[in-house]
């Protein structure tokens, strides 16, 4: 897409239109950005960001670090001043109680001492949006099939739900497993959750909501989007953990489950992204020594319940039809059918 600017633009928010412009070339995924900052020509989205960092932070537009789209549209910027911040725009799914509740949340774990992103001020809205600002951090996407990346990442979840035991979760969203519809709104324009023949993955997420919502077990504020893809890296130590607004309701053992299926994911580096059974069963080994304290077998059961509506939420995601062929988690989902994807021998 050709970007042409007019002379109010100024070096840095060419920079950030040049980059907003490399990243959305395909019409799909910049239809997924105008789902959250409407149909926006480069110049204008990159302007109108300049405008929000002159009104939040009192800096304006620099450079651009990067520019991406998952759940919400994520800038990593350059300040006229030098300073790398984030901003973060958020879907319309999220209601303000729900991020100022996650605002809330975050800003506890960070005085706390855990590897985050800082708050950098309070969540805003403009133009019917709500967005936030935070630090860049730098660092690096690790595989997590490594034994030494994994278990950094099972004992920085086992850190964070001891902090979080004094984190009022009160006004999080419902983690999927404890909502009444099997499937949310997709977080991508154009994923098809009722594509014909994925009936059977529908099933087995019904049935993983069943059994979390039949155990009364108590709930904390759950990263429910733990995994390798969020976590940063420099000389090998572990630097932060992004992607808070995937602060959810949910128990220990609902946030344990659905990690253990998914922590491997990331789309940097040339690996499965789906873990093993024995890779998922480590790292929640990995979890109880951390946590000193082993799962009930109830809590076992929630576990294993949470890891099969993860792998069912990929499958339906990615499900084209019968006759597709299965991708990781399609495969993993049909493994698990009859041996639960967690052991706890």
């Known amino acids: 897409m050709h970007v042409i600017l007019h002379g109010m633009a100024t070096a840095g928010v060419q920079r950030l239109a040049s980059s907003i412009s490399t990243e959305f070339d395909d019409e799909h995924y910049r239809a997924d950005l105008a789902s959250i900052v409407g149909v926006r020509s480069d110049e204008s989205l990159a302007l109108w960001i300049d405008e929000l960092c002159r009104a939040q932070v009192g800096q304006a537009v620099g450079g651009a670090r990067f520019a991406c789209k998952s759940f919400g549209a994520v800038f990593g910027l350059t300040l006229a001043d030098d300073t790398a911040v984030v901003l973060k725009l958020f879907p319309s799914t999220f209601d303000e109680t729900a991020l100022r509740a996650i605002a809330s949340c975050l800003a506890r774990i960070h005085e706390a001492g855990f590897p985050s992103p800082k708050p950098l001020v309070p969540l805003f809205q403009a133009a019917g949006v709500w967005g936030a600002f935070y630090e860049l951090i730098d660092g690096t996407v690790l595989d997590a099939h490594r034994v030494d990346v994994r278990r950094t990442l099972a004992e920085a979840l086992a850190e964070l739900t001891r902090i979080v035991g004094d984190v009022d979760p ?88 659905r990690a253990a299926a998914q922590f491997t994911a990331q789309w940097e580096l040339p690996v499965r992204l789906a873990p093993t059974r024995e890779e998922a069963s480590a790292f929640v080994h990995e979890y109880e020594e951390a946590r000193g304290r082993r799962f009930t077998p109830v809590e076992q059961l929630v576990a294993n319940a949470s890891a099969d509506y993860l792998m069912a939420e990929i499958a339906r995601q990615v499900f084209r039809g019968p006759d597709s062929a299965d991708d990781e988690y399609c495969a993993l989902l049909r493994e698990t059918a009859a041996t639960p994807l967690i052991s706890f021998k």
């Open 170 to 257: 009160t006004g999080l969203p419902l983690a999927p497993t404890r909502r009444h519809t099997v499937w949310g709104t997709p977080h991508r324009v154009g994923i098809d959750l009722g594509v014909a023949g994925g009936e059977w993955i529908d099933a087995r997420a019904a049935a993983a909501q069943r059994a979390v919502r039949a155990a009364a077990l108590p709930v904390i504020a759950a990263h429910l989007d733990w995994g390798t893809k969020n976590a940063l890296f420099v000389d090998g130590k572990l630097r932060a953990i992004l992607d808070w607004d995937s602060l959810m309701i949910a128990s220990e053992a609902e946030l344990v489950g």
